[in-house]
């Protein structure tokens, strides 16, 4: 069956950098998109961007445009989602989720990220 | 404006039909896009429901209840998410999504209570 297992969660300070990663099984990894979302404490669902795993093509959403680093290993079927310049704001749970067409079927169990001085 | 507006609290009673609806801005044609729809409960990650693009172009996600179908309101610009037959478990956010300009896009988000 097809599962995304995500990393912990993360405590950082303004300023700093996280990353997170996605394991992806039971489908073959190069073949679909890996998306990222987030979803701050109390709010909805808000896209960051794409990645193909294949040709290591990204994606990403204008607002995040300039602090966002998505990449892979596709050696262990992971994805990885680096978000630089944290800010208070930034706290949230942070998903991957497998792209198939104009959409994502399966989803990462999340990621809680938390950004604190 | 948004450009997926949902209405942002839906409350039925058990057994009712409860329609989500998901507005497109205006200038945005719903009849040109799929439309997927996501179910949340607190603590876990959104769960694939279905994607409705017209009647003969739909799919419904894995061992998801009949229950839950889509459709369009061409004349509302909107995309819908019907619940036929409500369930206590079917209490959760609901969120349309699109691909539009190269870009994703959730919708507001759908509180649904049962009653």
């Known amino acids: 069956q097809v599962q995304l297992v995500q990393s912990g969660a993360e405590v950082k300070e303004p300023g700093a950098s996280v990353k997170l990663s996605c394991r992806a099984s039971?489908?073959?990894?190069?073949?679909?998109?890996i998306n990222w979302v987030r979803q701050a404490p109390g709010q909805g669902l808000e896209w960051m961007g794409w990645m193909n795993p294949s040709m290591g093509l990204t994606g990403y959403a204008q607002k995040f445009q300039d602090r966002v680093t998505m990449t892979r290993d596709i050696s262990i079927n992971t994805a990885y989602m680096e978000l630089s310049s944290l800010r208070p704001e930034d706290t949230a749970i942070y998903y991957c989720?497998?792209?198939?067409?104009?959409?994502?079927?399966?989803w990462g169990q999340g990621s809680l990220v938390t950004v604190s001085s | 404006q948004a450009v997926l507006t949902q209405p942002s609290s839906l409350s039925a009673s058990p057994g009712a039909a409860v329609n989500v609806t998901c507005t497109l801005r205006?200038?945005?044609?719903?009849?040109?896009?799929?439309i997927y729809w996501y179910q949340q409960k607190p603590g876990s990650p959104p769960q694939y429901l279905l994607k409705y693009k017209s009647s003969s172009d739909y799919q419904y996600g894995s061992g998801i209840p009949s229950r839950f179908s889509g459709s369009k309101d061409a004349s509302a610009n909107a995309g819908i998410l019907v619940i036929s037959g409500l369930q206590s478990e079917d209490e959760a956010d609901y969120y349309c999504l699109i691909w539009h300009n190269n870009a994703y896009v959730f919708g507001t988000g759908t509180a649904v209570t049962v009653l």
């Open positions: 039971g489908y073959t990894f190069s073949t679909l998109d």
């Open positions: 205006s200038g945005i044609n719903v009849g040109t896009y799929r």
């Open positions: 989720a497998r792209g198939v067409f104009q959409g994502f079927d399966f």
